[in-house]
């Protein structure tokens, strides 16, 4: 190995470089039973992004005009507070969030395919801590989504 290769084995990071060893790791959502592609298929981290992007405009837009009636201190304090009713209501009975909706995501259940509305408040808390969102498995899928045994899928 050159020192060209070794190099790039570092900057692609530890999964390519062992792929390029010869480890099969199948595709992302394969340990799930999900398809590789389409809908169905594990949602990526760009769709997932993009949707928690627009839902948290969403609440600091009804924080910002409705709640605190403009910018204060507090007002940061009640878009989480909203972000998480928010999520609680919608993931919990319709799988999806209006960001999530927008960008063609949707939370299952990984056993039973629908989710139920404890599973759905116990992912919604642990996503308003942020620390768990932060710790990924090799499929993607976030630590809150593992504990609260879902899964954001493709519409």
């Avoid at 790791?25 to 799930?32: D, S, V």
Wanted: charge should be positive; proline fraction near 5%.
């Amino acid at each position: 190995m050159d020192n060209r290769q070794a190099l790039g084995s570092w900057l692609s990071g530890p999964r390519a470089a062992m792929e390029d060893a010869g480890a099969d790791f199948g595709y992302r959502g394969e340990q799930l039973g999900l398809p590789e592609h389409g809908p169905g298929s594990l949602a990526r981290p760009g769709r997932r992004l993009g949707a928690l992007a627009v839902d948290w405009g969403l609440c600091l837009l009804i924080a910002y005009s409705l709640i605190t009636d403009g910018y204060t201190p507090s007002t940061s304090n009640w878009t989480l507070l909203v972000f998480l009713v928010t999520s609680l209501l919608t993931v919990g009975t319709v799988g999806f969030t209006p960001g999530k909706r927008l960008f063609g995501v949707r939370v299952v259940s990984a056993d039973t395919g629908t989710v139920s509305p404890l599973r759905s408040a116990l992912r919604s808390v642990l996503l308003c801590l942020a620390i768990p969102a932060l710790i990924w498995d090799r499929d993607g899928r976030g630590l809150h989504d593992r504990l609260a045994r879902t899964v954001e899928v493709r519409i």
